[in-house]
């Protein structure tokens, strides 16, 4: 008796509520079965249910590695034009963060550089355009709505804010899934594997901007970076040739402005309409 009372005392947890690694058989998260180290429901690692110092350092080094090591993996994809949509659409998904995640980590850094910037060259050039265009139409006769905006361009700079923020850009990203289904129909992508690619053009774009604030050069080198950068990604992703990439591109852009311009126009009569 004293024997078979020993074995049930070894047997037995020693702290109310803790149960022996080798015992669990159930994943404590989602209640499902468990084999081998991780849920295959859940994900939880199953090589442990108490949370030592050392453990949770453990899981803070081995998360911020995982995190290097996707960076990492970005920049060398990002570096070849369309290398990080061609591989996500392969299959290879793991290795990059999430399309819409580096959109957002993208944009933030690009606002972040833009926020810096005393005197932002895109701003004062819409301040001016506004500007003039409110003298030009100033003396006209029947004035439309347009004209009476231009009398505000504090409004018009707002509404091109807005335009430029994460929202609008997430807007025109749309616009841009929309136009490549059209001019790329051959292909035969669906429009959320077109909105990936848009993704990450954009996220590409604000990294780039996010620089040229930074470095304080001249925005329209950007622009032009970002515009051969977007050409060459599109030439890889969809191979046309460089004949049918120039033309289908251009074609591109082209109907990218005509959905921006009817998306601006329920805007700027909101902006125009504002007291």
Not at 101 to 117: D, E, K, M, P, Q
Not at 160 to 182: I, Y
Not at 239 to 245: A, H, I, L, P
Request: aromatic share 10%.
């Amino acid at each position: 008796m004293s024997e078979q009372g020993s074995t049930t005392e070894t047997t037995s947890p020693t702290t109310p509520g803790v149960v022996p690694v080798d015992s669990v058989q159930v994943c404590p998260n989602c209640e499902t079965a468990i084999v081998g180290k991780y849920c295959p429901s859940c994900g939880q690692r199953n090589d442990r249910l108490r949370l030592s110092s050392a453990a949770m350092l453990k899981d803070f080094l081995e998360a911020v590695l995982k995190v290097d090591k996707k960076l990492l993996t970005t920049v060398r994809s990002v570096v070849v034009p369309g290398q990080l949509t061609i591989d996500y659409l392969e299959g290879k998904r793991a290795r990059y963060p999430r399309p819409l995640s580096l959109f957002f980590i993208c944009a933030g850094l690009y606002f972040l550089a833009w926020s810096r910037v005393p005197h932002d060259p895109v701003k004062d050039g819409l301040r001016m355009g506004f500007a003039q265009a409110k003298f030009d139409v100033k003396d006209r006769e029947g004035e439309s709505a347009l004209a009476e905006a231009l009398r505000h361009p504090d409004r018009l700079e707002q509404l091109s804010n807005d335009l430029q923020s994460p929202r609008g850009q997430f807007l025109q990203v749309f616009a841009l899934a929309t136009a490549l289904v059209v001019t790329t129909r051959k292909r035969r992508l669906l429009w959320s594997e077109q909105l990936v690619f848009s993704l990450h053009l954009q996220a590409v774009s604000s990294l780039l901007m996010a620089a040229v604030l930074t470095l304080g050069v001249d925005p329209n080198v950007g622009y032009g970076l970002g515009f051969a950068y977007d050409l060459i990604a599109f030439g890889r992703l969809f191979r046309f040739g460089w004949w049918g990439t120039a033309w289908r591109y251009s074609a591109t852009l082209v109907l990218v402005g005509l959905l921006s311009g009817l998306l601006m126009v329920p805007l700027f009569v909101l902006y125009t309409m504002r007291a």
